[in-house]
């Protein structure tokens, strides 16, 4: 068995930038090239794995060609998901993402703006507490630094960004003033919306409440945003709504 699985590594497939072009509404936005953050592998810790896979679905049918990326630095902590309690172990942010990428993933030190259209980062709580400290200092966090840069130097060169589920909050930390959405405010099905919003306009920002299959987006900052997992979806919503954050950032690029 261990010969077996060390064939089957040796000659696993290498995820190649996607290419593939189809024929539908994305087809005026062929040919853009999308860097993508990731912020580890799993909800509870990292990206959320469907909203990464979704992202990456409707780049495929956009036509666009993908580099993915993450920070070279351990997780804030590692959650056993089946239990949802913290475990001893440690785990590198690179590293976990890599498994998402299908191992197709570089150091976010290495991203360059000038190879690339647009960045987009899916949620998850590894946005609040691996790319920043939201998750645990709420408004006054602390952004990672290789983070910020990337997006200072995206939104610097009129690049568009996208962000969904909780990472809009990057924006409204590096941004004063831009908009974004996390989903509608006062509504049940939207339960963390409300405080998370708050907390973006007393950071000078403007909230606006958007449904889960609408997009946000903030001409002047050039920023894409939808709630994804914010909102208690049911899973083809949330997939519909990063499918139309995806093709908003694709029209803008």
């Known amino acids: 068995m261990l010969t077996l699985l060390r064939h089957c590594g040796r000659n696993l497939p290498t995820l190649r930038p996607i290419q ?13 090239r999308v860097a993508v953050v990731l912020a580890g592998c799993g909800v509870y810790d990292g990206s959320e794995i469907h909203e990464a896979s979704a992202v990456l679905v409707h780049l495929s049918r956009g036509g666009a060609s993908v580099n993915m990326f993450a920070p070279n630095i351990d997780q804030m902590h590692v959650v056993n998901h089946l239990k ?3 475990s001893e172990e440690k785990r590198n942010v690179l590293v976990e993402s890599a498994r998402l990428a299908r191992g197709n993933i570089q ?31 709420g408004k006054d966090c602390s952004v990672n630094d290789e983070v910020k840069a990337a997006l200072q130097a995206f939104h610097g060169e009129g690049k568009p960004i996208g962000l969904c589920c909780i ?17 509608i405010e006062k509504d049940d099905k939207y339960p963390d919306t409300a405080g998370t919003a708050a907390a973006i306009n007393q950071l000078g ?13 903030d001409e002047k ?4 945003t939808t709630a994804a997992f914010m909102c208690n979806a049911p899973i083809h919503e949330v997939f519909d709504g990063i499918g139309a954050m995806v093709q908003d950032v694709l029209k803008l690029a």
């Open 20 to 32: 593939t072009v189809h024929t539908s509404s994305y087809a005026t936005q062929m040919g853009k």
């Open 84 to 86: 949802g309690e913290p």
């Open 107 to 137: 150091d976010l030190a290495k991203l360059s703006v000038e190879d690339h259209d647009a960045v987009i980062f899916p949620g998850g709580f590894g946005a609040a507490k691996n790319l920043c400290t939201w998750a645990v200092q």
């Open 205 to 217: 920002c403007k909230h606006v409440s958007k449904s889960v299959g609408q997009t946000h987006v």
């Open 167 to 183: 990472s809009p909050v990057l924006a409204a930390k590096v941004f004063p003033g831009c908009e974004v959405t996390v989903g």
């Open 221 to 224: 900052n050039k920023l894409v």
